[in-house]
Every structure is written in structure tokens, then in C-alpha cells.
Nanobody, 123 residues
């Protein structure tokens, strides 16, 4: 089992920046990659990007390129999502997920999910 806990969400003004974190615990040695997603009210869950657990290779969705950056955190077993130039339409619950299976054609299937952290972009 892998446990994931997101933190760092909150209220930010349009144009601002925010960094959220995801701490993994448990069988972290099973992890192949960590992904970030978001879910806004009345919308489907949206993939933002992932980072490979060992090699730190990153892949981003088109919607995240240029504004969002996924990194390994300062703490062990942590990944972060740096969000810049935030817009009201970025308001959502942001979730991290862990894949314990190797990628297939560049795509990971996610096995464990955090509870999410709310990010609200508003003036």
C-alpha cells in the first residue's frame, strides 16, 4: 500500500503562483511514477503531468505546459507541483496519484490517490 497526502492548497489571486506538495509513504519503493491531476466542479478529472519516480523524467499535458512544473520535493518521497500565472479556471481540487506499474506506451495507470487539496484562484 502507498499512502499519499497533498498539502499547500489555498486561495491565490489571478496571476499568482502556488506550490503544492504530495508526500508518499508506505511501499514507496513500488512506485514507478507520480502524477498530478485536478478536478473542477462539474468537470472530468484532468491529467496535468507525471514524473518518473527514479529517473525524474517529466511529461506534461498540453494544458500544463509553460505554467506548471512537477518536481521532486526537498523532503524524501515528496513531489511538488509549482503553478504559475494562475487563472480562475485553474480553480479545482488538485490530486496526486502513484503508479506501481511500468508505463505502457508512455502512459501510467494509477493505483493510489490522495484526498486532494483545494486551490481557488479568485480576487
Amino acid at each position: 500500500q502507498v499512502q499519499l497526502v497533498e498539502s499547500g492548497g489555498g486561495l491565490v489571486q489571478p496571476g499568482g503562483s502556488l506550490r503544492i506538495s504530495c508526500a508518499a509513504s508506505g511501499r514507496t519503493f513500488d512506485i514507478y511514477a507520480m502524477g498530478w491531476f485536478r478536478q473542477a466542479p462539474r468537470k472530468e478529472r484532468e491529467f496535468l503531468g507525471h514524473i518518473s519516480w527514479r529517473g525524474s523524467r517529466r511529461v506534461y499535458a498540453d494544458s500544463a505546459v509553460g505554467r506548471f512544473v512537477i518536481s521532486k520535493g526537498d523532503a524524501r518521497n515528496e513531489v511538488t507541483l509549482q503553478m504559475n500565472g494562475l487563472k480562475p479556471e485553474d480553480t479545482a481540487v488538485y490530486l496526486c496519484a502513484a503508479s506501481i506499474r511500468p508505463e505502457v506506451a508512455g502512459v501510467y495507470e494509477y493505483d493510489y490517490w490522495g484526498q486532494g487539496t483545494q486551490v481557488t484562484v479568485s480576487s
